[in-house]
């Protein structure tokens, strides 16, 4: 797409349970994929995504950031700097940004949307921002399940409410040129991917928690932490033939390595064909 630019944005890392993140799939099989710690946790990629298109400079998600306490973070090691700081570091001002798409409203989601201010008080990150955020999933988390409790944390989302950020995405809506929205179930309620037009039908595809590394390509590598499982390998093999099809190139945002790749058909799932960086992105046009 004609004056289009993307720029790929490290929030960190952290440490997540290497079972949950792998689901059913054996240790055995995934250990020599990521490994894990001594305390079975294996470390994954904060990265953010960064585009400037048509006058609009937009963020999909924020990382962590550094609102909760020490023994919170005691479970996640974080490591690197937070969006706050990257963001800068790349050359953005946080005063520059006017839309940010938060996937969904786990803390490593959209923890950055927020900070505290050099009084203590809680301050939108990007203030010249619109917060996009998919309105089910929002009631969602503003009264969660016992099982998806301890990732919404109220003060890293419900004050954008109060301060009047927050526009409501719709599923299929088209945020700014050539950036579209798509809604998914599985891992959470009405999650958004992002799909980022390159030109002919080609794009770029945010996949978010739906295929949050390259190791979740194949069919079975399935997050336990998906609230409908089923529903999460419907969705991954309807995008994954797509981009199979049309050469799609895929953005992980938990992936430790690898940034982007292109799928193609294997002997039983498709798997990853080709990994390189974002920056890298015009080799594979």
Known sequence: MDGLQMKSILAGYFRLDGGAMFGVVPRPLWETRNPPDEKNRCTWALRCLYIEVEGRRILIDTGLGTKQSPEFFRHYVPEGDPIHVALPR????????????LTHLHFDHCGGAIVRNEEGELAPTFPNARYWVSLPHWMWAIDPNPRERASFLRENFAPLLDWGLISWAHDGQEIAPGVTVQFCYGHTEAMLIVRIALGGRRELLYLADLIPSSYHVPMPYIMAYDVRPLQTLKE?????????AHQHILFFEHDPHVECAIVVPGKRYPQVSETFSLSEIDRYL
């Open 236 to 244: 991954k093999a309807e995008i994954l033939q797509e981009a199979i």
């Open 90 to 101: 790349a050359g953005i001002p946080l005063t520059a940004i006017t839309d940010v798409i």
